[in-house]
């Protein structure tokens, strides 16, 4: 009927609403439990693998068995290979067995795959029953020893493009020519590696292939390599040979050193002729030592070069000088190349370092000086190195001859005006060698020049002897004289004059002439004999049959002598010739006349004689150049 109205029933209307609740509360219930199921379960979900190895319902450490022993059976069913290819081709692999796969990490997470919420384990759970699957990678450390060394190797072999620099291989010089620079994002093929190789495993792991090969093909930018500065190579290798030597202060023979040159030209030929990554080599030059530490070892100081014996006279100041001299001398070290200057060795001649009081010339005349007698030691050195083939630096002739020396082979010395030098022109050291000693009663003075003789050569002095002037005679007026008679000088001793002209000869050991040198003139003073008479006496040149005008009415002095005339000589014959002779010798009077006592007469090198210069001979500083040949 229109329009009527039903009336409702109370509380008809809240059912459906009552229903709809309970469904949906038992529904949350439901989830929760099953998220809480979810979450309590000590197991990996269902349908979850790491890399290819099933850890279905595995826990953790099942899970991380079943890897390790998949990586150690199968793993080497992979393998991971790096490749490039350029104008060359490079290539490098590895094994997956090798790899050392972090197991327990990796199963951590594969447990922790649909664990990341509780209200969402559940339907995570619910999920992989129903056939839901979670693929997990493996994890492999950062710094396994096996990937990183696969890549270090790729990276050697690819970008070893720089020059390889050089190495001394014997007598070639061995160098390796970079290829074009090649630039990789290593970081990005480490990563590229992983992927492929986790791939491998699990194809492998999975049962999808019985064996996988996982290939990295690697891309880069290429740019030309620079040349190497070819000079400054040179500079590294060049090396000038050296030749063993005598360490003074240790005594001991340091190494020697083989020179080392090559052709910079043909190094950087060489170079632009060879490939990228080619290996090459040039030769050296190599350039060996005159004297070598084994043969120094075995020829040090073993032959004696040449010596000289003299014999000292004179005061016993005199001797002394002349044995402190050869002390300070002795057992002097030379070594190749180097000078022996007796001034520096034996000086300085003062009172403070020892040296005596003793007879030396001063402005002509012969008076003590300290030192005096110290020129013996330099020329009876002198005469031993005449005896060898040494190079004479300096020498001086002195101012009136000596008679412990044949004429022009002394060597006086001074302060540092005048010394005696010479150089070790050999190869190996040479010692000197100056001993003072008695024989017969005599005190002896020798010098020795030890060294090596490889070639048994030695030198044979000569001098000629020229020019003699015999001491003349003069008087002078002294009243302290007895009248009618005459007073010899006995300090001022007359001397000889003469000059010589000395020569060396070079020998072979048979006694063949190689060279005669041209070793200078000598030129020394005559000192007259000189008379004192009284004056009363008047000039003795004005007497009559040698006799003074009263010397009948006044009786002699029985100390004095009248001489009948005095200073007559015979002279020497100006071209006698007076050999020196090889080997040790004694050198005798050279047979002029010196009626001075010859230790008394000998001039001296001293920093302090006296308030006059001694003067040097009338040759001057009398330098020989050994080299010069007689014409």
């Not at 350029?86 to 090798?98: H, K, P, W």
């Not at 061995?174 to 699990?202: F, S």
């Not at 020179?259 to 060879?274: N, T």
């Amino acid at each position: 009927m229109q329009g009527q109205r039903v009336a409702k029933k109370e509380g008809g209307g809240k059912l459906p609403w009552l229903i709809t609740g309970s469904v949906v509360g038992i529904l949350a219930a439901a989830y929760l439990g099953l998220c809480a199921w979810a979450g309590g379960r000590q197991e990996i979900l269902p349908n979850v693998s790491i890399s290819g190895v099933n850890v279905s319902n595995m826990t953790v450490e099942q899970a991380q068995s079943a890897v390790e022993t998949a990586v150690s059976q199968q793993g080497k069913d992979v393998t991971l290979a790096l490749h490039y290819t350029t104008d060359q081709e490079f290539s490098e692999e590895l094994n997956g067995a090798d790899v050392q796969v972090d197991a327990a990490q990796s199963a951590q997470n594969a447990w922790q795959e649909g664990r990341g919420n509780f209200l969402t384990g559940g339907p995570q759970l619910l999920g992989h029953m129903l056939g839901m699957s979670s693929q997990v990678p493996a994890v492999i450390p950062e710094d396994d020893p096996a990937l990183q060394d696969l890549m270090e190797r790729m990276e050697q072999a690819v970008t070893a493009t720089d020059d390889q620099g050089y190495t001394i291989e014997e007598d070639r010089l061995v160098m390796v020519k970079g290829a074009p620079v090649v630039t990789v994002d290593w970081e990005e093929a480490r990563t590229q590696a992983e992927e492929n190789l986790l791939a491998g495993y699990e194809q492998r792991f999975s049962g999808q292939t019985e064996s996988s090969m996982q290939k990295v093909e690697l891309t880069g930018q290429t740019s030309e390599v620079a040349e190497p500065d070819f000079e400054a190579i040179h500079r590294a290798v060049y090396t000038e040979p050296k030749d063993a030597a005598l360490d003074l202060e240790s005594m001991e023979i340091t190494d020697h050193t083989v020179g080392v040159d090559f052709d910079v030209q043909a190094l950087r030929s060489a170079y632009q002729a060879a490939k990228g990554g080619e290996t090459f080599s040039i030769p050296l030059t190599l350039t060996q030592p005159k004297v070598t530490k084994e043969d120094l070892g075995g020829s040090l100081f073993r032959d004696v070069l040449g010596e000289a014996t003299t014999t000292v006279t004179g005061t016993t100041a005199r001797r002394a000088n002349v044995k402190l001299a050869a002390s300070r001398c002795n057992d002097t070290i030379v070594l190749p190349g180097e000078e022996f200057s007796y001034n520096k060795t034996a000086g300085g001649f003062s009172a403070k370092n020892g040296y005596l009081p003793a007879p030396i010339y001063v402005g002509g005349r012969s008076e003590d000086g300290i030192g005096g007698g110290v020129c013996q030691g330099s020329s009876t050195i002198y005469y031993a190195v005449l005896h060898s083939t040494l190079e004479i630096v300096e020498r001086h002739d002195h101012r009136f001859a000596v008679t412990y020396m044949p004429a022009g082979m002394d060597a006086t010395v001074y302060g540092d005006t005048l010394d005696f030098r010479f150089r070790n022109s050999t190869d190996y050291p040479i010692k000197v060698s100056v001993v003072t000693y008695t024989s017969g009663g005599s005190l002896k003075l020798t010098a020795k020049i030890y060294g090596t003789n490889i070639d048994g050569r030695y030198g044979d002095p000569t001098s000629t002897v020229y020019d003699v002037v015999n001491p003349t005679t003069v008087y002078q007026p002294d009243a302290s004289v007895a009248r009618g008679t005459l007073v010899l000088d006995r300090e001022q001793n007359a001397y000889t004059g003469k000059k010589a002209h000395t020569y060396r000869t070079i020998r072979e050991a048979d006694g063949t002439v190689v060279e005669k040198q041209d070793m200078g003139t000598s030129s020394y003073s005559m000192r007259p004999h000189t008379y004192y008479y009284n004056p009363a006496d008047g000039d003795p040149t004005t007497w009559v049959n040698g006799k003074p005008p009263a010397a009948s009415t006044e009786p002699a002095d029985p100390g004095t002598t009248t001489p009948t005339n005095p200073g007559a000589t015979t002279p020497a014959d100006p071209g006698t010739e007076t050999p020196g002779g090889p080997g040790t010798t004694t050198p005798e009077d050279p047979g002029t006349t010196e009626p001075e006592d010859t230790g008394t007469t000998e001039p001296s090198g001293t920093e302090d004689p006296g308030p006059e210069q001694p003067e040097p001979s009338d040759s001057g500083l009398n330098f020989i150049d050994p080299n010069a040949v007689a014409a």
